[in-house]
């Protein structure tokens, strides 16, 4: 069995970052999360610099506030087992790449990026770099070998069937 503090050695993770960014996750995700479903108006002021943001539909504005605060939930576990854990700095970064990609870019081509925008841009792309600080890529990326794999993982048998390791 491998144990976590092999992989922080030998992959260099860097574990008071990734801790830090959970932590950061969790109040930020917190915060925004209950503000914009319980005062999405005063969320709307606070992300728009004041009255900038346009009326916002309820239910999209609604499952934004729902998924930081879930991801600030999922952010609290993360603290105690950081490694489990990182797929939550994963969708981080990738939505916010798509959104830059998708959103942001071109309307700015267009020359049509709202001014309220700007803080949001610019909280994305400072969440951008943590992510890409903490993440330990490396670890992500490698290949597990049947014994590293945790109970509740499958290994392949000599006769090519998949049985569950229990």
């Known amino acids: 069995m491998v144990l976590m503090s092999d992989h922080v050695k030998e992959y260099g ?6 801790r830090n960014l959970y932590l950061a996750t969790a109040i930020v995700g917190s915060i925004t999360g209950l503000m ?34 879930g991801a ?25 790449c ?3 990609s998708l959103v942001f870019a071109p ?29 330990p890529f490396r670890y992500l990326l490698r290949h597990e070998t049947v014994d590293e794999m945790q109970p509740g993982g499958s290994q392949v048998l000599a006769a090519g069937t998949v049985q569950p390791i229990l």
Do not use: C, H
């Open 13 to 18: 993770i860097k574990l008071r970052r990734i």
């Open 36 to 69: 914009i479903l319980l005062t999405p108006s005063l969320a709307g002021k606070f992300l728009g610099f004041p009255e900038q943001l346009p009326e916002t539909d309820p239910v999209v504005f609604g499952l934004v506030g729902a998924f930081w605060l």
């Open 72 to 96: 600030a939930a999922m952010a609290l576990f993360g603290l105690r087992a950081p490694l489990q854990f990182l797929p939550i700095f994963l969708l981080q970064l990738v939505y916010k």
């Open 98 to 100: 798509v959104w830059f």
């Open 107 to 135: 309307l700015v081509v267009r020359g049509e990026f709202p001014t309220y925008g700007i803080i949001i841009a610019a909280g994305n792309a400072l969440w951008i770099l943590l992510d890409v600080r903490a993440i």
